[in-house]
């Protein structure tokens, strides 16, 4: 049995130890962002509707 491979072995362990908590950082921390933002996209987009609606409103008012 070689001694390379078990070195190379537990490097790739210690590798992925490291590498593993790191990589979900970004994760845990946009992540909320992310699931709330389709929902503050159509709160956004619905306000923009009512807006908008709203300003035809008072035109019509505004033209008799």
Do not use: E, F, N
């Not at 537990?10 to 490291?18: D, E, G, K, Q, T």
């Not at 992310?34 to 987009?45: E, G, I, K, M, S």
């Amino acid at each position: 049995m070689s001694t390379r491979g078990g070195v190379r072995g537990s490097l790739a362990r210690a590798l992925a130890m490291v590498l593993l908590p790191a990589s979900m950082v970004p994760v845990l921390l946009a992540g909320p962002a992310l699931v709330r933002a389709p929902r503050t996209l159509v709160r956004q987009a619905w306000a923009d509707v009512q807006r908008m609606q709203a300003g035809t409103h008072s035109h019509k008012a505004q033209a008799r």
